[in-house]
């Protein structure tokens, strides 16, 4: 839920940094794309640790219980498992590769990116190494993009 809440202004920072020019409409959709999976992400870990905290509290009624597995086969989660998904992954890649053509990140870090994020996707079929893998070269380039974003930000700041 951190790493949502945390990613969450830095996505939606970068539309303002590529507002005309090659590649703008990529990093909108992308930004958009990537925020909605991110609250997508955190409403999915709020019911499963509500799910948890309540389980956790004592004896539970069937009641409970059947209201809980009812919850898991809900349409409203499983979209939003669907959004959470694909919307990170393909997000992702879209906002990368939209950077990539506005030159605010070099082609290497958007394809390493949009590689990372839709591999980290496929891989999980492979294998879990093969799908950490992947996420930990996301997450390199998710903080280096951090990194940047905050680069760009002093560069605006007034000096005085």
Known sequence: MLTAVLQQSGVRAWPALVPVGT??????????????????IF???LFHAATVDI???????????NSFVRAE????????????LLGFHVGWA???IGLGFAKRVPWPVAFVGSGAALGSFVAGAIGGAAEAAAFVAL????????????RSAQA???SG
Do not use: H, K
């Open 73 to 84: 086969d809900s349409v409203a989660l499983s979209i939003t498992v669907a959004v959470a």
């Open 94 to 96: 879209l906002l990368l």
């Open 139 to 150: 997450a390199g380039v998710i903080g280096w993009l951090g990194m940047q974003l905050s």
């Open 55 to 65: 389980i956790g509290s004592g004896p539970l009624s069937p009641d409970l219980i």
């Open 156 to 158: 605006l700041e007034p």
């Open 23 to 40: 590649g703008r409409r990529l990093v909108a959709v992308g930004s958009s794309t990537t925020a909605t999976a991110l609250v997508a």
């Open 43 to 45: 409403g999915f870990a």
